[in-house]
């Protein structure tokens, strides 16, 4: 099987987008390494030597600009095509987004194209004319796109439900995301006594509730220490003055943005991860199984979506009660914690990058049959 994988949409020179940096980079690494097929893939912009010179790696470019990326849609459009036909590509393989290129070679060139839904794409924008108009084009082209795919690939069955909730037609599958289980491993068993650190490794979106996480471990009467990793200083700040507010601040530690090697030991020194998101959370979080990798169990806090972490080992999820009640739930796990070696034995069997590769080029095979 021939690959043709476009992801111009993912800028490895930038601080940001660090979930889907991650996921595009294990994508390639396990596409490569698998002998039944050959890939090309196109991305934005990448460090040097980011991928060892690959000569199948193709770099577009990123821009912000709607118009410069329009004109460099129209341009990859026929310069792709035309490796397209030269190469023999059996499938397209792309994401979710607004990039238009991908469906316009598909089309010029009758390869058969598979998408990849990561989530539910928010509103781009609700305080402006231009920001509601590019948001409607955004979407037009989205479901355009998912209407012409040979099978959209989700992340999670709650995505996967609300694509068919747009159309019933689409033709779909989940595959969720995995971890790097090498990286990710027991280095540390958990403290079966106080104190205990809790850690939480992500974006501080306000979405992400940290906020509501420092008030609810504010109210637990046990030796605690929070470590936050990650975001931006700005949003440090707003969270150090809720922990003064709350006067928590001696109990959290902020770590601030780490490399991705480091977040292991960072896990590995905590007894406990929190996983709080927004009440509805439609996708398939990276971290969840980086922590069950690790061996520590997971408090999780939404009411819908999610549902392919519930029942795997380890994992507590509450709902947004009040902060009451959601502290003594917290308290009872603590009080019962182990090291998750359950956890980490169904994460390695199912959910390493490897076995979720084999899962999306089993899908990408069935559409070339």
Request: some cysteine.
């Amino acid at each position: 099987m021939n690959i043709l994988g476009y992801f111009p949409g993912i800028d490895f020179s930038s601080n940001e987008q660090f979930g889907r940096k991650i996921h595009l980079r294990e994508f390639i690494s396990n596409v490569k390494s698998n002998e039944q097929v050959t890939a090309t893939f196109v991305i934005g912009n990448a460090p040097s030597n980011l991928f060892n010179d690959d000569l199948n790696i193709l770099e577009m470019g990123h821009t912000n600009s709607i118009l410069r990326q329009t004109a460099s849609e129209f341009y990859q459009t026929l310069y792709l095509s035309n490796v397209i036909r030269q190469n023999s590509i059996d499938l397209i393989y792309t994401r979710d987004s607004p990039y238009f290129a991908p469906l316009l070679m598909s089309v010029l060139t009758k390869t058969p194209l598979v998408v990849e839904a990561n989530g539910v794409p928010e509103n781009e924008g609700y305080n402006s004319v231009v920001s509601t108009a590019k948001n409607d084009v955004f979407h037009t082209i989205r479901a355009v796109k998912r209407r012409h795919a040979k099978k959209i690939i989700a992340v999670s069955k709650s995505v996967e439900e609300s694509l068919l909730s747009e159309n019933a037609n689409y033709r779909t599958a989940t595959v969720p995301n995995g971890v790097d289980v090498n990286k990710f491993d027991i280095s540390t068993p958990v403290s079966l006594s106080e104190p205990y650190t809790l850690c939480y490794v992500g974006g501080l979106q306000e979405w992400q509730n940290i906020e509501k996480m420092i008030r609810v471990l504010s109210l637990i009467e046990k030796d605690i220490e929070f470590v936050i990793v990650g975001g931006t200083e700005e949003r440090q700040a707003a969270l150090k003055e809720t922990a003064e507010t709350e006067g928590t601040e001696d109990s959290i530690t902020f770590v601030g943005r780490v490399s991705h090697d480091k977040v292991p030991e960072l896990i590995n020194e905590s007894d406990v991860c929190l996983g709080p998101f927004a009440q509805a959370r439609r996708a398939s979080p990276l971290k969840i199984y980086e922590y069950l990798a690790c061996g520590r169990e997971v408090i999780v806090v939404n009411d819908e979506g999610l549902e392919e972490i519930y029942d795997l080992p380890g994992v507590h999820r509450f709902q947004y009660e009040s902060n009451d009640l959601l502290a003594s739930n917290i308290t009872d796990t603590l009080n019962e914690i182990s090291t998750n070696r359950e956890g980490r034995n169904v994460v390695v069997d199912k959910h390493s990058w490897e076995a979720i590769t084999d899962r999306i080029l089993q899908e990408c095979q069935k559409v070339v049959k």
